[in-house]
């Protein structure tokens, strides 16, 4: 069974930096694509990064390029690199997996239970 844990969230504020870790279990062939989202009250699940297992190419979210990064390690660990945080990055972050490479949340068959990450100014 496929299982993702998010941590890493917090309280923090403006300027500060955050690594939030997504630690995966029970990966197959179906979960090759994994991906970060944040979703902040009253709006949509918002596509941040992503990343293959398969393959080292990273996609990023032209909304938080430059500030976000996403990577992974060689085993099971994706995580998500944010850099000079601003009041309006403050949502619930998910992770997610899915076979296919793409920022569709609809796409992705298995998701973590959220970290939340509350930016003050």
């Known amino acids: 069974q496929v299982q993702l844990v998010e941590s890493g969230g917090g309280l923090v504020q403006a300027g500060d930096s955050l690594r939030l870790s997504c630690v995966t279990s029970?990966?197959?062939?179906?979960?090759?694509?994994m991906a970060w989202f944040r979703q902040a009250p009253g709006k949509a699940r918002e596509f941040l990064g992503s990343?293959?297992?398969?393959?080292?190419?990273t996609i990023t979210a032209d909304s938080v390029r430059g500030r976000f990064a996403v990577s992974r390690d060689n085993a099971n660990t994706m995580y998500l690199q944010m850099n000079s945080l601003k009041p309006e990055d403050t949502a619930a972050y998910y992770c997610?997996?899915?076979?296919?490479?793409?920022?569709?949340?609809?796409?992705?068959?298995?998701w973590g239970q959220g970290t939340q990450v509350t930016v003050s100014a």
């Open positions: 029970g990966r197959t062939l179906s979960t090759d694509s």
């Open positions: 997610a997996a899915g076979r296919y490479y793409t920022p569709d949340p609809n796409r992705y068959d298995y």
């Open positions: 990343v293959r297992w398969s393959g080292s190419r």
